[in-house]
């Protein structure tokens, strides 16, 4: 047994933090991705990132989504699972840091107030 006991349960959740527009990726995050893809490094980047805001980021590429209007490209928007789990990028394995989410918190209190167990607050 053993590890730190989390407050959120990521398959009740429409995958909010796969919403965010700048998920960083590392060198070491296109390696893991294009191993996962079959490509070189350089077609990963090319493919799979785009330009981030800072000076040399590379972030995720997106998609349009019907709930949160655009989400991860890797994201399945009906099964709201991540399609390259076993291949996803540090900062997607380290979410959300702690062992709360405030946005699991926020939608569990939506979804008791709301008397609605799949109820999904448009933010």
Known sequence: MGGKRVFYNCDKCPAYCCSYPRIQTTRKD??????????????????????????????????????????CAFLDRQSRQCTVYESRPEICR???????CGYYDFLSFERRAQEDPDFIPLI
């Open 30 to 71: 296109l390696r893991r991705l294009a191993k996962h893809f079959g490509i070189t490094l350089e077609r990963a980047r090319e493919k799979l990132t785009k330009r981030g805001p800072e000076k040399g980021e590379r972030v995720l590429r997106q998609q349009h989504d019907h709930i949160y209007d655009s989400v």
């Open 94 to 100: 380290n979410y959300p840091g702690s062992s709360r």
